[in-house]
Structures are given as C-alpha cells and as structure tokens.
C-alpha cells in the first residue's frame, strides 16, 4: 500500500517561484518511480515531469524544460517540484503519482497511486 500527500501550491505573480513537495509513505516507497501531472477545468490531466527513483533519471514535458526541476530526498521519501520563472499557463491543480518500474514514465496510464493535488495559481 502506498499514500501520497502533495503540498506547497500558491499564488505567485509570474516570474516567481513555488516548490511543491510530495510525502511518499509506505514499504515500497523507495522502489518505485515519481510524477508530477497538472490539470486545469475542461481540460485532460497533463504529464509535467517524472522520476526514477532507481536511476535518478528525469523527464519533463516540452512546456517546462528549463523552468521547473524534480527532484527526490530518499530518507524523507519525498519528492519535489521546483517551479521557476512560473508563467499564467501554468496555474493548474497539480498532482503527485507513482508507479511501478520499466513502463513509459509520461504514461498516465501507468500510475497507480495519486495525491490529492494542491493548487497552483500564477498571476500577471
């Protein structure tokens, strides 16, 4: 069993900063891979970045290249999103997930466990 508590979002006004952090609880925390998805009203829950916990290897969707970092502490079994240079498009709910290894990173299909969400709201 795995449970997933999401926290940090805000209101920013674009340009600014926010870091969202993701509590992972549960024996078999360490062994599996992290993502973060965002989703805005009408509108499908999107891929933003991944993890893999094994190989500390990462992903990120072409929107957030450059700007947002994610990013693990295993003896916390936490996770984190680093936002920066945080535009209007970007405010959305977004999500901490996880999965099982050696499956497509960006599949949201694959995700098995999800956090409530915390909400991200970026102003101009």
């Known amino acids: 069993q795995v449970q997933l508590v999401d926290s940090g979002g805000g209101l920013v006004q674009a340009g600014g900063s926010l870091r969202l952090s993701c509590a992972c609880s549960?024996?078999?925390?360490?062994?599996?891979?992290m993502g973060w998805f965002r989703q805005v009203p009408g509108k499908e829950r999107e891929f933003v970045a991944a993890l893999n916990w094994r190989g500390a290897t990462t992903y990120y969707s072409d929107s957030v290249k450059g700007r947002f970092t994610i990013s693990r502490d295993n003896a916390k079994n936490t996770v984190y999103l680093q936002m920066n240079s945080l535009k209007p498009e970007d405010t959305a709910v977004y999500y901490c997930?996880?999965?099982?290894?050696?499956?497509?990173?960006?599949?949201?299909?694959?995700?098995?466990?999800w956090g409530q969400g915390t909400q991200v709201t970026v102003s101009s």
């Open positions: 549960g024996r078999t925390c360490s062994s599996r891979a």
């Open positions: 997930a996880t999965k099982r290894p050696f499956s497509g990173a960006s599949d949201i299909k694959e995700y098995d466990y």
